[in-house]
């Protein structure tokens, strides 16, 4: 099992309340359950700031795609997909 540690935490009285709920609906702790909250929470922040630092790696690296290059893809995939539709009708 993983090492844990305590933290307090605040939450409005409607957050306490859903949280009870849950807690008795699935027999599982409040504790439990905010754990699990939190440390879903911050490895989707940590992807997120994973990815924006990616992102700024590219872009200062140079390895974009021109805006109106980007919107010609799309376009095209667009108007693929109409075609597509049209041509099942």
């Given amino acids: 099992m993983t090492a844990s540690t305590t933290m307090t935490i605040r939450v ?10 849950i807690a008795a609906a699935t027999g599982r702790s409040k504790s439990s359950l905010m754990a699990e909250a939190v440390a879903t929470y911050v490895d989707r922040e940590i992807e997120v700031i994973e990815g924006i630092k990616r992102g700024i790696a590219d872009a ?17 995939v667009i108007e693929a997909e109409k075609a597509e539709r049209a041509a099942k009708m």
Avoid at 12 to 21: D, G, P, V, Y
């Fill in 12 to 21: 409005s009285s409607e957050t306490k309340l859903k949280l009870e709920q």
């Fill in 60 to 76: 200062t690296a140079g390895r974009v795609v021109p805006h109106d290059t980007a919107m010609a893809e799309i376009d095209a």
